[in-house]
């Protein structure tokens, strides 16, 4: 982080303890007063930014809770690009161009901004993937990041496979494209071996292989402790399955117990990653709640559609995500996604805006889809 003010780094550190008490605990005070220094941060080193909030009449010393600081929409994203420290930028990841424009926008990352990330990789993955200290072969169906380096599912299957990947772990989109046979080769080795897997991706990815081993009778048995993790939306050409068949295909095809599948919510703009409890409720015993949970150092805010005043729990309104680890650009980004929050997490219906998908997800499935089926996407 050579290069950048201290009181950046002083942020970032007192960020990452915040990070590293993990995922089970409340610390309301704490978070509030974190934000706040994110925010004043933000609104000294991010121009547009600063502009931004000067026309709401927000300033640091002015507000005094993270819910009032303003939040940017992400199309604001594609306009420019929100790093705090661009001269000091490290990684650059590109939005998915999903916003009903094709339009991609850039997040960019000094060194500080993506120890934070990846601090909340590991963090919520230990607590809502990998419970228990488990660990798996970890099988993406996602491109990797040598073919993909501004894919922010890319860098974030990747630490997970860092993290938590067994010996065989990998990933089987590539600049050649999806490989099939690898994939089935791997999966037959856990099988053979017994030693869970981890079967990772976009969500469209994922169908598109449940679809290849439907055409070409294929179906697995991995072992207990397997488990999926899926990515982005469920929405497809041919219409929108609910959770609880792409669940019932995960058994079917793969063999894996229905209470170890588990969504991911992740967003370009965003540092920070959103699961539901699926595998988190397994793991202690009690029933899931069905819903994202926020990590601690995020909030999530349902807001008017028309005001953007916030609503009461319950009340479905667009999501706003409030991150003090996305320290490294905007904390406060609003989404067009239709949600409520409810029982100390928060659901989601969809989008205001009528896309067919959405994210890295749309990404994968244009990857992955035979290739008569993609020529018709074009």
Not at 44 to 56: D, G, K, N, V
Not at 355 to 373: K, Q, W, Y
Request: a negative charge; aromatic letters at 8%.
């Amino acid at each position: 982080m050579a290069g950048l003010p201290e009181t950046i780094r002083a942020l970032d550190e007192d960020i990452l303890a915040f990070i590293g008490r993990g995922m089970d605990w409340c610390d309301d005070a704490a978070f509030n007063s974190l934000a706040l220094r994110v925010f004043e941060q933000q609104f000294e080193h991010i121009p547009l930014y600063r502009a931004w909030c000067a026309r709401r009449e927000a300033a640091p010393g002015g507000i005094s809770s993270w819910a009032q600081i303003p939040a940017l929409f992400t199309d604001a994203f594609k306009a420019a690009d929100m790093c705090m420290f661009p001269g000091h930028a490290v990684r650059t990841f590109m939005t998915s161009g999903t916003g009903g424009t094709g339009e991609r926008g850039k997040v960019s990352y000094d060194e500080g901004g993506l120890r934070l990330m990846d601090a909340t990789i590991k963090t919520a993955a230990q607590a809502m993937l990998f419970p228990g200290g488990a660990r798996a072969v970890l099988l993406v169906i996602a491109p990797s990041p040598e073919a993909a380096p501004a894919m922010v599912m890319s860098y974030g299957m990747n630490r997970l496979k860092e993290y938590f990947g067994l010996p065989g772990s990998a990933f089987f989109i590539d600049r050649d494209g999806f490989q099939l046979q690898a994939l089935t080769q791997a999966l037959r080795r856990c099988e053979a071996d017994r030693v869970p897997a981890a079967v990772c991706g976009g969500t469209a990815g994922l169908l598109n292989f449940f679809e290849h081993c439907a055409a070409q009778g294929l179906r697995f048995s991995l072992p207990g402790g397997s488990r999926c993790l899926d990515a982005g939306g469920l929405k497809k050409k041919a219409g929108k399955i609910s959770r609880e068949e792409f669940i019932s295909r995960c058994g079917f095809f793969l063999g894996i117990d229905p209470c170890l599948c588990v969504n991911l919510l992740g967003m370009t703009e965003t540092a920070s990653q959103f699961y539901d409890d699926a595998i988190q409720a397994a793991h202690a015993g009690r029933a899931p709640k069905g819903i994202k949970i926020p990590p601690p150092w995020t909030r999530t805010l349902a807001v008017d559609p028309d005001s953007l005043e916030p609503l009461p729990a319950g009340r479905t309104g667009l999501l706003r995500h409030i991150d003090i680890a996305s320290r490294g650009h905007v904390c406060a980004v609003q989404t067009d996604d239709l949600g409520r929050t409810v029982d100390g997490g928060f659901e989601i219906f969809g989008r205001a805006r009528d896309d067919r998908s959405r994210g890295c997800s749309l990404s994968i499935d244009e990857m992955t889809a035979p290739a008569g089926a993609r020529d018709e996407n074009h």
